[in-house]
Nanobody
Framework: QVQLVESGGGLVQAGGSLRLSCAASGRTFSTYTMGWFRQAPGKDLEFVAAITWSGGSTYYADSVKGRFTISRDNAKNTVHLQMNSLKPEDTAVYYC?????????????????WGQGTQVTVSS
């Protein structure tokens, strides 16, 4: 059984930074694409970023491009999301997820395992 556990969320002022981590177990982590999604209250689940198994390809939503960076450490079965220049509209529950294709995937229904989420709150 695959398990994903996010950490690193919290409360931060606008313009600040947070680093989210997602620890994976139960799957050959290094061979799968990993993604980050978020869901704000009353809104749909939104794609944030994804990274291929090698880390050679990354992709970002326009709303976070230039501010967020996704990375992975396959030796530690961990994926990170460095979030800089945070804005109040970044406030959401952030989820990591894993999918079998070895390419960038942005559709949430193509991801097959999800973490429980971590809350990020950005105050103005």
């Amino acid at each position: 059984q695959v398990q994903l556990v996010e950490s690193g969320g919290g409360l931060v002022q606008a313009g600040g930074s947070l680093r989210l981590s997602c620890a994976a177990s139960g799957r050959t982590f290094s061979t799968y694409t990993m993604g980050w999604f978020r869901q704000a209250p009353g809104k749909d689940l939104e794609f944030v970023a994804a990274i291929t198994w090698s880390g050679g390809s990354t992709y970002y939503a326009d709303s976070v491009k230039g501010r967020f960076t996704i990375s992975r450490d396959n030796a530690k079965n961990t994926v990170h999301l460095q979030m800089n220049s945070l804005k109040p509209e970044d406030t959401a529950v952030y989820y990591c997820a894993t999918t079998s294709p070895h390419t960038i995937v942005v559709a949430p229904d193509e991801y097959d395992y999800w973490g429980q989420g971590t809350q990020v709150t950005v105050s103005s």
